[in-house]
T-cell receptor
Framework: GAVVSQHPSWVICKSGTSVKIECRSL??????MFWYRQFPKQSLMLMAT?????????EQGVEKDKFLINHASLTLSTLTVTSAHPEDSSFYIC?????????????FGPGTRLTVL | GEDVEQSLFLSVREGDSSVINCTYT??????LYWYKQEPGAGLQLLTY?????DMKQDQRLTVLLNKKDKHLSLRIADTQTGDSAIYFC????????????FGGGTRVLVKP
């Protein structure tokens, strides 16, 4: 149990286009989902926290108009990178917290590699 | 703010024990975690320890927590080639809404 999927697993796009990444909790309801960004050989940096039905909370330095997050249901959150540029190329990972568990465990998706040409 | 640090690289021979170290600065950390990341993949939770514990053992994994020194370690017994990966320690605090703060990751290479 506690499986999180991401789609697509990789995407290549042209500069200036927008890209949507989906994060789904397959067998549990995720009251909270998190979006991380990971540069090569670096750690994960939290971008934002999203709670179902409310606006996402962005970390300092993350542009909310550039990285649009929608958490419309308890099993789906989306991250849209708007007007993507080469510097947005990165590995994007989502995680989800099962609201029924008392313990604060986050289940991670497999990641989406974005390359902007 | 919180800061979590790890050594960058560890090389170990197959069958030996590996010890990965981590230090953190936030004394109010509630949970501390060890995650494993294989190439091109997401993170897999290996184990976690609550801040009022000193040690936790789970099969080949042993976690030691020295709260006074804010030092966390992960020992992998009988290391296998499949253990080659990047290992991240992370911490969370209630005050920060239980968000995870990750260390930079330790790349473990297991040599046959």
């Amino acid at each position: 149990g506690a499986v999180v999927s991401q789609h697509p697993s990789w995407v290549i796009c042209k500069s200036g286009t927008s890209v949507k990444i989906e994060c789904r909790s397959l067998d549990f309801q995720a009251t909270t989902m998190f979006w991380y960004r990971q540069f090569p050989k670096q750690s994960l940096m939290l971008m934002a926290t999203s709670n179902e039905g409310s606006k996402a909370t962005y970390e300092q330095g993350v542009e909310k108009d550039k990285f649009l997050i929608n958490h419309a249901s308890l099993t789906l959150s989306t991250l849209t990178v708007t007007s993507a540029h080469p510097e947005d190329s990165s590995f994007y990972i989502c995680s989800a917290r099962d609201g029924r568990r008392a313990y604060n465990e986050q289940f991670f998706g497999p990641g989406t590699r974005l390359t902007v040409l | 703010g919180e800061d979590v640090e790890q050594s960058l690289f560890l090389s170990v021979r197959e069958g030996d024990s590996s010890v990965i170290n981590c230090t953190y600065t936030d004394s109010s950390s509630t949970y501390l975690y060890w995650y494993k990341q294989e190439p091109g993949a997401g993170l897999q939770l290996l184990t976690y320890i609550f801040s009022n514990m000193d040690m936790k053992q789970d099969q080949r994994l042993t976690v030691l927590l020295n709260k006074k020194d804010k030092h966390l370690s992960l020992r992998i017994a009988d290391t296998q080639t499949g253990d080659s990966a990047i290992y991240f320690c992370a911490e969370s605090t209630k005050a920060a809404g239980n968000k995870l703060t990750f260390g930079g990751g330790t790349r473990v290479l297991v040599k046959p």
